[in-house]
């Protein structure tokens, strides 16, 4: 695909050729604005760090996919939210769910491996039950972070049939585990 990345240089004629200053140029004039925007997110300097790091790695391996329907600058920004967005709403569920603290006094260290292996069967029988398209999407959403945007585009899907089947996908692991409790 054909990108412009600055001054009017297209990502097909100028990154083949100077590849490392080319990807020099896009960092150099977006960092500070990715940087921002991962900090009014996050709220965490450090962790707005790691976000932009990570988001211009995931920018330059898919430079070659940019389209210009937008400009470089709102394609970057995008890729930036939708980070950013997914990594919070990972931290918050890893969060809400640790009962670590409260059970730490409680629970000896052999009754807490032997509840986390009933966990992981219980988890690995539910994956089980689903089909393997279900079983994919949600191990790439979940488990390689892969964005809702991008699981669109590797399946072929809409964005909102992606959602759909993600929430199905997750409705029926909680239906499954909520059964096998119940016996």
């Not at 996050?42 to 962790?47: C, F, G, L, P």
């Amino acid at each position: 695909m054909n990108g412009v990345l600055a001054d009017g240089v297209t990502t097909r004629h100028y990154i083949p050729q100077q590849a490392e200053s080319s990807l020099e140029t896009v960092y150099n004039r977006y960092v500070d604005q990715v940087y921002r925007q991962c900090l009014s997110m996050t709220k965490d300097s450090e962790k707005a760090q790691d976000f932009t790091h990570d988001i211009f790695i995931k920018v330059f391996h898919k430079l070659d996919a940019f389209e210009q329907r937008s400009s470089l600058s709102t394609w970057i920004n995008s890729i930036a939210y939708n980070y950013c967005a997914d990594q919070l709403r990972l931290a918050k569920r890893l969060q809400t769910t640790s009962l670590d603290e409260e059970l730490n006094g409680q629970v000896s260290e052999s009754q807490e491996a032997a509840l986390q292996e009933e966990a992981t069967q219980l988890v690995n029988q539910a994956l089980a039950s689903l089909s393997k398209a279900e079983q994919v999407l949600l191990r790439q959403k979940y488990e390689e972070g892969i964005s809702l945007d991008e699981l669109a585009q590797m399946h072929q899907l809409s964005l909102s049939a992606v959602k759909m089947r993600l929430k199905r996908s997750r409705e029926k692991i909680q239906r499954f585990c909520a059964q096998q409790q119940a016996t």
